[in-house]
């Protein structure tokens, strides 16, 4: 298994408070993600970085931050958490020199907004 | 926009048999696609990655195969058994700047019963 752990696994919190959910490797991978996943939805980018400082948004952005300053840290903030935003939380990776950016993902985060 | 789809949402089969997954796309400019295995609670593992220029990949008992023309990937499981029951996820990778970036189908889950 790739090296990918998440934490907190699981998380509480109330609506209108921060929240930060950290991913970390030990693939030396170039390339992360943070995707959520919720019913009838499926799976769905919020955010990736394609290198240390270098971050850009997925297709579910809004309400979310990144920061990556360190190859193998990739943090997720919850500016201010709502109930929409109760959901598992998924970080991967990949790396175009290892089988053509094929993505490992993380256990996974289980946040919920009350 | 780049959809994917997996039809159907579930199937149950007897031990023993052999069966097929669906997977459909609509871009054919795909840079890749990834299977993805997916237990109840857990992050997704994966299962095959194939290349654009690839038409099936092979891991003991699974083959998956795509054609990129007709926008279809199948993964062929043989001899089931009660352990392959999980949810199995298609991906596929975008071409533009090879940024690994998924887009996910939502998933077909597969129950196998002794």
């Known amino acids: 298994d790739a090296g990918i752990t998440q934490s907190p696994r699981h998380k509480v919190t109330e609506t209108g408070t921060p929240v930060t959910l950290r991913c970390h490797q030990t693939?030396?991978?170039?390339?992360m993600y943070w995707y959520r996943q919720d019913p009838g939805h499926g799976l769905r980018l919020i955010h990736y970085?394609?290198?240390?400082?270098?971050?850009d948004k997925g297709e579910v952005s809004d309400g979310y931050s990144v920061s990556r300053s360190k190859t193998e840290d990739f943090l997720l903030t919850l500016e201010s958490a709502t109930s929409s935003q109760t959901s598992v939380y998924f970080c991967?990776?990949?790396?175009?020199?290892?089988?053509?950016?094929?993505?490992?993902f993380g256990p996974g985060t289980r946040l919920t907004v009350t | 926009k780049q959809e994917v789809t997996q039809i159907p949402a579930a199937l149950s089969v007897p031990e023993g048999e052999n069966l097929v997954l669906n997977c459909s796309f609509t871009?054919?400019?795909?840079?890749?696609l990834q299977w993805f295995r997916q237990d109840p609670g857990k992050g997704l593992t994966s299962l095959l990655l194939i290349q654009s220029s690839q038409r099936e990949q092979t891991s003991g008992r699974l083959n998956a195969s795509l054609d990129k023309s007709s926008g279809r990937s199948t993964l062929y499981i043989a001899a089931s058994q009660p352990g392959d029951s999980a949810t199995y996820l298609c991906a596929v990778g975008r071409v533009s700047g090879n940024t690994g970036k998924l887009i996910f189908g939502q998933g077909t889950t597969l129950q196998v019963k002794p």
């Open positions: 693939e030396n991978h170039r390339y």
């Open positions: 871009d054919s400019a795909i840079y890749n």
């Open positions: 991967a990776i990949s790396d175009p020199g290892h089988s053509g950016y094929e993505q490992y």
């Open positions: 970085s394609y290198g240390v400082k270098d971050t």
